[in-house]
């Protein structure tokens, strides 16, 4: 097969109530250190150890958006886009119900809740639930993202 053939799901192969499950991946201090520098967000909750001690939290935290940043990736790296995604469409009704800590290693479940034929585009709108948990299996964000799909060709 050659590399450059998709290898993702195709807009007809998703179902409603179909499930995914990524891998874990570890939160590290660089993680948070290099976030702060892509985005410009030095603020003491994810930069400053002595600073965040005082916090309810105890501890530096990570990035409310680098969580939604590892998740991305945490999904594409189930394989179910490549090659067959068109677009990142939309995020909806996130939330960020625990704070993700240096050393936790967090996992994203997805499970299709609609799909929506575009002819228009010759692909189709996925919209799916994803929960963000962490290694005691706590969700630390959740929320709805759609993503348009190529149609079989």
């Not at 228009?120 to 993202?145: F, P």
């Amino acid at each position: 097969m050659n590399s450059t053939e998709p290898r993702g799901m195709y807009f007809e192969q998703f179902e409603v109530g179909m499930q995914i499950v990524s891998r874990g991946r570890t939160v590290t201090e660089a993680d948070i250190v290099n976030f702060a520098g892509l985005s410009g967000d030095y603020n003491q909750i994810h930069t400053d150890a002595a600073y965040a001690a005082e916090t309810p939290f105890g501890q530096r935290v990570a990035h409310g958006l680098l969580g939604v940043a590892i998740a991305s990736g945490l999904a594409v790296q189930t394989g179910f886009m490549k090659g067959t995604i068109l677009a990142f469409r939309e995020i909806a009704e996130w939330k960020f119900s625990r704070p993700i800590l240096i050393g936790d290693t967090i996992h994203a479940l997805l499970q299709v809740t609609e799909t929506k034929v575009m002819p228009q585009l010759n692909a189709g709108a996925v919209s799916i639930n994803l929960d963000v948990r962490n290694q005691k299996n706590e969700t630390v964000q959740h929320g709805q993202w759609v993503v348009l799909m190529h149609c079989r060709p």
